[in-house]
């Protein structure tokens, strides 16, 4: 235990939370994060009492139902966050420049873009968050349906636990987005394997998804409580 603890310890070192080589990232996203205060005053809430570790990497998944939502999520989650992207968002130009510098990597889904996935591992390694949408595209209807087993792999090889989380803009009163965390799912705790078989991981997959609906109901059921949300239309 104490072999891992100091493991962990040296990757959080190795990347500290306030150093030069991240002011080219940093300040972009603290006045993106300003705008996005102001524009979308989001609501955070967390599924219980167990809030996730505040140092180690892990993989931040949610759900994508607006362009906004990689901005509400990097200003509301109290760590320094990095994204995953598909090359189409990537763009061209200076687009793709831009993007890189604000911490996004870029993966090619068409094909199986190892460098891509190294560094997003790497990224974990270090003791990052890294956010991405599981389900591979834009739902504007923010339902949570089929998820990618990228994210599951990924997780694997960063040894870093998946954070669930349900981000939903303009439903609250006065257009306010919401935000619900929810617990973090080591994957360990559920497969012991050295390397996980195919079932395995389409498993964990399922479970990653019931993380999320979790995430979900709870966020609309919190609402109701505090008499914010009297009905949910999707």
Same mark, same amino acid.
């Given at each position: ?23 080219? @990232?940093? %300040?972009?996203r ?45 200003? $509301? ?27 996004? %990597? ?17 990224? @974990? ?5 890294l956010? $991405? ?5 834009l ?22 636990? %998946? ?34 078989? $195919?079932?395995?991981i ?9 993380? @999320? ?14 008499? %914010? ?6």
């Open positions: 235990m104490k072999e891992k603890d100091t493991e962990k310890q040296k990757q959080i070192k190795k990347d500290p939370a306030v150093h030069i080589r991240f002011l080219a @990232m940093d %300040i972009p603290f006045f993106a994060g300003m705008t996005a205060r102001l524009l979308y005053r989001p609501r955070m809430m967390y599924l219980s009492d167990k809030r996730p570790d505040k140092h180690g990497g892990a993989l931040v998944i949610a759900n994508h139902s607006s362009f906004s939502d990689p901005v509400i999520l990097g200003t $509301m989650l109290p760590r320094r966050i990095f994204y995953l992207a598909g090359e189409l968002a990537m763009g061209k130009g200076l687009k793709p420049i831009l993007l890189k510098g604000c911490g996004c %990597i870029g993966i090619d889904r068409n094909i199986s873009d190892i460098e891509g996935i190294k560094k997003a591992v790497a990224i @974990m390694k270090r003791g990052h968050y956010l $991405m949408f599981p389900q591979g595209e739902k504007r209807d923010g339902e949570i349906k089929e998820l990618k087993s990228g994210a599951i792999l990924m997780a694997w090889q960063a040894g870093v636990p %998946i954070l669930p989380v349900y981000v939903r803009k303009g439903i609250v009163r006065h257009n306010r987005a919401a935000v619900m965390v929810g617990e973090e799912l080591n994957l360990r705790d559920y497969c012991t394997k050295a390397m996980p078989s $195919m079932k395995d389409t498993e964990l997959t399922d479970l990653a998804a019931l993380k @999320m609906h979790a995430c979900e109901k709870a966020c609309f059921d919190r609402l109701r409580q505090k008499g %914010i949300l009297k009905e949910v239309v999707k």
